[in-house]
C-alpha cells in the first residue's frame, strides 16, 4: 500500500491526482495547517526532518520532493507520462520538472510570505510581481497547441506544473494567460482530480 502524507492546501494535492490517473490504491494520513502561522504541524517532524509535505512511503522507503515522488512513480508506474530518453522532449520533461519546483516556486513563496508584512513589503513588490509575470508567462508559451507541456496527453510535467499554473488563475491571472487558464480548467474537469480532491480533504 502506498501511504501519502498529505497537508491540506498544500503541493502534495498533485501526488494524489497522479495516483488517481495511475489508478493506484493509496492510504492518505492528513495534516492540518496551523491556523495562526499556516505552517505544517510538527507530527510531520517526527517523519522528516525538513517536516514538509507530500512525503510518499513506498516500497519500504520514505520520499519527499514533489518531483523526486512524481518520478519515482512514473518510473515504477507510468512510463507512459515522461518522454522517452535521448529526445527533445525528453530534455523539457526535465527543465520543466526542476522549473516547477525551483524558479517557478520563488516569486510564489516570496509572494505568499512578504503578504503578511503589509507596507514593510512594499519595496519588494515590484520584483516578486515582475517575476511572476515572466514566469506566468513562460508557461502559457510552453503550452502545446495540446494544451499540454510536453507530450500531447497527460504527462508528469502537467502534474508538477499544476500548482503554479492554478496560482496563476488564484491570483486574477486568467485574463493574462488564457491557456494557463484552459490548462487548469482542463485538469479540473478530469474525474481523477476530482476524486483526488476529494480524498484530500477538498483543498
Not at 488517481?20 to 517526527?46: H, S
Not at 522507503?61 to 518510473?75: N, Y
Not at 491557456?179 to 480524498?199: E, H, I, S, T, Y
Request: glycine share 6%.
Amino acid at each position: 500500500m502506498i501511504t501519502v502524507h498529505h497537508l491540506n492546501r498544500s503541493r502534495s494535492l498533485r501526488i494524489l491526482w497522479l495516483l488517481e490517473e495511475l489508478g493506484l490504491e493509496y492510504k492518505v494520513i492528513r495534516y492540518e495547517r496551523d491556523a495562526q502561522t499556516n505552517l505544517a504541524p510538527p507530527e510531520l517532524l517526527a517523519l522528516h526532518p525538513l517536516g514538509k509535505s507530500p512525503m510518499v512511503e513506498l516500497d519500504g522507503r520514505l520520499i519527499s520532493e514533489s518531483a523526486a515522488i512524481v518520478e519515482t512513480l512514473c518510473a515504477k508506474h507510468g512510463p507512459h507520462l515522461v518522454p522517452p530518453r535521448d529526445t527533445d522532449a525528453y530534455t523539457k520533461h526535465l527543465e520543466l520538472m526542476h522549473f516547477a519546483e525551483g524558479s517557478a516556486m520563488t516569486p510564489i513563496l516570496l509572494n505568499l510570505y512578504t503578504g503578511r508584512l503589509g507596507e514593510a513589503a512594499a519595496p519588494l513588490q515590484p520584483r516578486i510581481q515582475s517575476e511572476l509575470t515572466s514566469h506566468f508567462s513562460y508557461m502559457e508559451q510552453m503550452l502545446r497547441s495540446s494544451g499540454h507541456f510536453v507530450l500531447d496527453d497527460l504527462s508528469a510535467a502537467d502534474v508538477m506544473l499544476s500548482f503554479p499554473a492554478t496560482v496563476a488563475l488564484r491570483m486574477n491571472r486568467g485574463a493574462d494567460f488564457p491557456k494557463l487558464a484552459a490548462f487548469v480548467d482542463w485538469m479540473n474537469n478530469r474525474p481523477a482530480f476530482q476524486a483526488a480532491l476529494a480524498k484530500g480533504g477538498g483543498d
